[in-house]
T-cell receptor, first 114, second 116 residues
Framework: AQKVTQAQTEISVVEKEDVTLDCVYE???????LFWYKQPPSGELVFLIR??????QNEISGRYSWNFQKSTSSFNFTITASQVVDSAVYFC???????????FGKGTRLHILP | GAVVSQHPSRVICKSGTSVKIECRSL??????MFWYRQFPKQSLMLMAT?????????EQGVEKDKFLINHASLTLSTLTVTSAHPEDSSFYIC????????????FGSGTRLTVV
C-alpha cells in the first residue's frame, strides 16, 4: 500500500523560529518520488521539491531544507528563521514511478505568528 | 518554466447544471494530465488521469459519467461536472506532465466550484 502520513495537523510558531514538518511514507516500490508542496490561502499548489528514491542527499534551498532518510521512510522539511509569509498548508506527497500518480498526505497547516 | 493555466478560478452553478473546467499547458505539450479534488481543509485526492487521445483512467469511487474528462489535444484537458449537486462543491486542481516520468512540478491554480 502507498501512504503518506503527516502527523502534525497544525503547527504554530513565532516568527524567526525554526520549524520542522514531518513526513513518513509507505511504499513497496523501489523507485519512487517524494515531493513537498506549499498551498497558501489562495489555494494554488506551489512545488517546492521533488526527490527520487535513489538520492538521499539532503537538500538546502535558502531557508528551506529537506532531510530524506530511507531507513526511517521519512522526508522531513525544515524552515529556518520562519517568516509570516511561510504561513500555509504544506503537503508531502509520494509519486509512483510506474504511472506517475501522486499520493498526498493530509497536510500540515503552519501558522507563523508575528 | 512550464505553466498550466486553469479556468475558471471560481464558479457558482445551480444544482442540476453542468460545469466545464479547462486546464491548458501554455508553453509545453502535456502528454498526461491529472485531475484532483480537494474538499475544505482536506488533502488532494486524485480523481483521474487523462492521456492525450485516449480515455481517462478514473480512480476507484469516482463516477466517470459524472466527471467527464476530455484530453483532445496536447495542450488542453477539460473536466466537466455533469448534473452538479451541492456535494460536488470542492476545489478542483489539475496537473500536467511533459513527458512520462517528468511530473509533479506543474499544477494549475485551481477552480473553486460552489453548487447552490
Amino acid at each position: 500500500a502507498q501512504k503518506v502520513t503527516q502527523a502534525q495537523t497544525e503547527i504554530s510558531v513565532v516568527e524567526k523560529e525554526d520549524v520542522t514538518l514531518d513526513c513518513v511514507y509507505e511504499t513497496r516500490d523501489t523507485t519512487y518520488y517524494l515531493f513537498w508542496y506549499k498551498q497558501p490561502p489562495s489555494g494554488e499548489l506551489v512545488f517546492l521539491i521533488r526527490r527520487n528514491s535513489f538520492d538521499e542527499q539532503n537538500e538546502i534551498s535558502g531557508r528551506y531544507s529537506w532531510n530524506f532518510q530511507k531507513s526511517t521512510s521519512s522526508f522531513n522539511f525544515t524552515i529556518t528563521a520562519s517568516q509570516v509569509v511561510d504561513s500555509a498548508v504544506y503537503f508531502c506527497a509520494l509519486g509512483r514511478n510506474r504511472d506517475d500518480k501522486i499520493i498526498f498526505g493530509k497536510g500540515t497547516r503552519l501558522h507563523i505568528l508575528p | 518554466g512550464a505553466v498550466v493555466s486553469q479556468h475558471p478560478s471560481r464558479v457558482i452553478c445551480k444544482s442540476g447544471t453542468s460545469v466545464k473546467i479547462e486546464c491548458r499547458s501554455l508553453d509545453f505539450q502535456a502528454t498526461t494530465m491529472f485531475w484532483y479534488r480537494q474538499f475544505p481543509k482536506q488533502s488532494l485526492m486524485l480523481m483521474a488521469t487523462s492521456n492525450e487521445g485516449s480515455k481517462a483512467t478514473y480512480e476507484q469511487g469516482v463516477e466517470k459519467d459524472k466527471f467527464l474528462i476530455n484530453h483532445a489535444s496536447l495542450t488542453l484537458s477539460t473536466l466537466t461536472v455533469t448534473s452538479a449537486h451541492p456535494e460536488d462543491s470542492s476545489f478542483y486542481i489539475c496537473s500536467a506532465s511533459t513527458v512520462p516520468g517528468n511530473y509533479g512540478y506543474t499544477f494549475g491554480s485551481g477552480t473553486r466550484l460552489t453548487v447552490v
